[in-house]
């Protein structure tokens, strides 16, 4: 009996589990920068070489790997070199992945370090953020590259945002630990909550010894709640997790807490650079190291020694007592507050390591009731070459004041004003209902001008992508696509017999039968449908907005109301009658049949614009229906959603 207590606890060791966890990296962020270009690159090397360090036998990413949706080459050039420099080697892989690979990774059929051609030595599995969402031709992201280069494990990816099935990575490492890590890329938050709502968030289950398994959901959504439903709460998650890693959050809350009903923990690692100069990024970064050991867990927090310091601080102007008409006075008392800020950055953070950015980030909110503003950008020249944001240190406010209240109810009326001016300042600001779409449409409506080639709602969604996605081809590549569909649409035109009636030689002719083709198109408002070569549907924009919700709305693809052509001049409509009808006079009948192969082709043309029929069930799906169920063991064919009985969130 002793033997074995003692062979399990020698067994112990090489069954955990050991993964690090990070988030929103943002490399590439003000790569530009003189001074900050480097920031993202530096600390995302340290978090790499912690995990060798370590020795982690694999490292987690909760989304926003890259700061943009493009990354530039210099951005994708050293990020692989990053990656090559500490993900490939001789260290062998201790653990192993027993599910179904082709329904886990995107475009993939297994893990990178399974691939022959690679030695792979810390595998690294990263879902998709807001920032380095899918998009473009054939909804491909950042992470893709990645992916195909066999650098990273890309998972979580949905191909539907209203009908959500996630399945598990299951990692199984020695006799003792098992663990099934989930998966879901940014999805817009507005969707995500109402796919909760209706249950159609699934995540699948192994089907034998379901209680064995330590369940790990790695998601990258707003935590906070900015709006009712702009949010996604920790209710709709399924008590059956154990742990949960939420990312797209940029402040650091590394400490594992449990959720409000004491069924799972949920760490928040945060950003490893900052993005904004607000009070969440000036909290120390830190990564996480979960080990795993059978049921058991514990996160390690590893804080980072190569983060550019930050501080951050207040100043009433009213409490120095100064006279509002000496702004000198004024310059000289913000700027010694400055320099203290510059000597706690210097005694708060000393520079562990030789990488670690000496140059900090200061940031200064100045209360200026009852005073005048100074010139940031003037002001912050001083401090060129000592802090690494110069232009930036400065930000001016106001505070609302609560008029007092005389009378019996005074005081309950001041605590009325309180309460409003603190729902006032915790109520996030409109968000911008500008869109391009509109101001395209706008622009059109407006112009003596009108398209006759080009259909507006294909041209609204051109340029939202120029501007939202920075896809610089977004509007080249429309015109194209278009030109040659409207050569085929007359080479068809020519086989259908127009040719015998003589139509198409007729400059006139051509224009009419074009411009007629394109009004027809418009008053159709049909979506552009999500097929090869044309942009996908289902993205999730970086600034929130949902590309698959605008072109699901005919009204939202127009932008305003649709446009008819103006009528031509008498003159102009005689003349094109007059030359028609000497090219159909040689034959009556030709006339006829090029009328019957016109309506045909019409038919032909309309049903071009048709949303595309889905596509077919992946061949895996069947045979992973026997291994996974939905959940829980359940008698039924349906499966059951995750959120069970829980109702949703007030």
């Known amino acids: 009996m002793d033997e074995e207590r003692q062979d399990a606890t020698t067994d112990e060791p090489r069954s955990v589990l050991k993964m690090l966890i990070a988030t929103d990296n943002h490399l590439g962020y003000l790569e530009r920068d003189p001074v900050r270009g480097n920031d993202s690159f530096t600390t995302f090397e340290e978090i790499l070489r912690i995990a060798t360090e370590r020795q982690v036998d694999l490292v987690v990413l909760g989304g926003d790997l890259f700061h943009d949706n493009k990354p530039s080459r210099n951005t994708l050039y050293k990020t692989m070199e990053l990656l090559r420099k500490y993900c490939l080697g001789p260290r062998p ?14 475009n993939r059929s297994c893990v990178n370090y399974e691939d022959p051609n690679f030695n792979v030595q810390l595998p690294i599995f990263s879902i998709h953020g807001n920032h380095d969402d899918p998009a473009g031709d054939g909804g491909l992201a950042a992470l893709d590259l990645l992916s195909v280069s066999n650098l990273v494990n890309y998972f979580g990816k949905s191909d539907s945002i209203d009908d959500v099935t996630l399945y598990p990575i299951l990692l199984r490492k020695g006799e003792h630990t098992k663990v099934s890590l989930y998966g879901l890329g940014n999805i817009r938050d507005e969707r995500l909550y109402r796919t909760f709502f209706q249950k159609k968030v699934k995540l ?19 935590r906070a709640a900015h709006s009712p439903k702009n949010h996604i709460h920790e209710q709709m998650l399924d008590g059956f997790l154990d742990f949960v890693v939420w990312g797209h959050e940029h402040e650091c809350l590394i400490k594992a807490q449990a959720d409000a009903q004491g069924q799972f923990y949920i760490t928040q690692p945060g950003s490893s650079v900052a993005t904004s100069l607000s009070d969440g990024e000036a909290k120390r970064k830190h990564v996480g190291i979960l080990e795993v050991c059978n049921q058991e867990f514990r996160l390690l927090p590893v804080p980072l020694q190569t983060v550019r310091p930050f501080v951050i601080d207040d100043l009433v102007l009213a409490s120095e007592q100064l006279d509002a008409s000496d702004q000198q006075a004024i310059v000289d008392c913000i700027a010694a507050k400055v320099e203290e800020m510059i000597e706690q950055a210097r005694q708060d953070f000393p520079r562990l390591n030789v990488k670690m950015p000496s140059l900090p980030l200061i940031r200064l909110k100045v209360e200026y009731t009852g005073y005048e503003t100074i010139n940031p950008q003037r002001f912050g020249q001083r401090f060129v070459g000592r802090v690494a944001n110069p232009n930036e240190v400065l930000l001016f406010y106001k505070t609302r004041k609560a008029t007092s209240a005389a009378g019996k109810d005074g005081g309950r009326a001041a605590h009325k004003l309180l309460e409003q001016d603190l729902r006032a300042a915790l109520r996030p600001e409109p968000l911008e209902t500008v869109r391009i779409e509109d101001l395209v449409a706008s622009y059109l409506d407006t112009s003596a001008k009108y398209l006759e080639i080009l259909p507006d709602g294909e041209l609204h969604g051109a340029v939202r992508f120029f501007v939202d996605k920075d896809d610089k081809s977004a509007i080249s590549d429309f015109v194209q696509r278009t030109l040659s569909e409207t050569h085929k649409f007359l080479k068809a035109r020519q086989a259908a017999a127009d040719v015998a009636a003589g139509l198409l030689d007729q400059p006139d002719a051509i224009h009419e039968l074009v411009r007629t083709r394109t009004a027809t198109k418009r008053d159709q408002q049909q979506p552009v449908p999500a097929t090869n070569g044309r942009r996908p549907a289902a993205d999730a924009d970086a600034d929130g907005s949902d590309d698959q919700a605008d072109q699901a709305s005919p009204q939202r693809v127009s932008g305003s109301k649709r446009r008819q052509p103006p009528a031509r001049s008498a003159a102009a409509r005689s003349t094109a009658s007059r030359k028609a009808a000497a090219a159909t006079s040689s034959s009556s009948a030709a006339a006829a049949t090029a009328s019957s192969a016109r309506d045909a082709a019409a038919d032909s043309d309309a049903d071009e614009y048709l949303p595309p029929a889905p596509a077919p069930r992946h061949p895996a799906a069947a045979a992973a229906a026997a291994v996974f169920n939905a959940n829980a063991i359940d008698d039924d064919d349906e499966p059951v959603t995750f959120l069970g009985n829980k109702p949703p969130p007030p």
Do not use: A, G, T
């Open 204 to 222: 699948m289950r192994p089907k034998e010894l379901q209680n064995e398994w330590f369940s790990v959901f790695v998601l990258h959504q707003n």
């Open 93 to 106: 892989v201790q653990f192993e992945i027993i599910s179904d690979q082709s329904l886990n990774f995107h």
